[in-house]
């Protein structure tokens, strides 16, 4: 009987392990708004040769769908994404899962004519904020209270320029694209305010939450052995994993 019970033990072990095995996904579907340097809508770009780096030496192939961010958060929500790039940790509670693991950081930063005072994590409350749909910068930084958020980017200038808004907050890569369009760019100021570890964000079901675990198994190993280094060093971006 005893012998009979551990074989019947070590087959159930088997069976689990193998189920789980079988259980991980041959492809990983991660939706992202288009930003230049990191997800081209061609597939090149740094997160997009992160991913790869993560997935793809796995046997899991990388499929990637180009949506505004607000978009990009309803397809993982519905199960019609795996992911989605570009998450501040927790931004989102509802159907998604963190993983343990940033993938980098954003470096934010705040827009503004140069008539303005200069900004400081403890003075932006002060004053009238903007920022991108979904991007929820009130949960990240202190006491903000006045802000609105914009649909597109390409009337941020007017806006700054009609007195709108005080200061546009954004990843500084995007306030140099913003303000790069400006026939008169001496006209403003960039302020770096503060940095923000990025995320991919999950579906907070069994096939996320597998894609979620491998994805901090293979990130744990390529910063021990460098890989990513050679990945930010190929796209000319700061290193963030010192």
Known sequence: ????????????????????????????????????????????????????????????????????????????QRGAADAWAGSYLNEVEQGVFYPRRSYDVDQIAALSLRSKPVPSLASLGEFRLA??????????????????????RDGILSMLDAGRADFYLDAVTEVDDVLSTS??????????????PIYLGFADNPRG??????????????????????IFQRWQQPYPFE
């Open 1 to 76: 009987m005893g012998r009979c019970f551990k074989w019947l033990l070590l087959l159930a072990v088997g069976m689990s392990s193998a189920m789980a095995c079988a259980a991980l996904p041959t492809h990983v579907r991660i939706a992202s708004e288009v930003w230049e340097g990191y997800t081209h809508a061609d597939g090149s770009g740094l997160a997009w040769d992160i991913f790869r780096a993560v997935y793809e030496p796995a046997g899991v192939q990388l499929s990637i769908q180009s949506v505004p961010y607000t978009r990009s958060i309803g397809l993982v």
């Open 131 to 152: 920022w991108m749909r979904g991007y929820e910068y009130q949960r990240y930084l202190p006491n903000l209270h006045q802000y609105r958020e914009v649909l597109r």
């Open 183 to 196: 026939s008169q760019p001496a006209q403003y100021r960039v302020t770096a305010l503060t940095q923000l």
């Open 209 to 230: 939450r597998a894609l979620a675990e491998l994805f901090d198994k293979r990130m744990d190993a390529l910063v021990a052995d460098g890989s990513l280094r050679l």
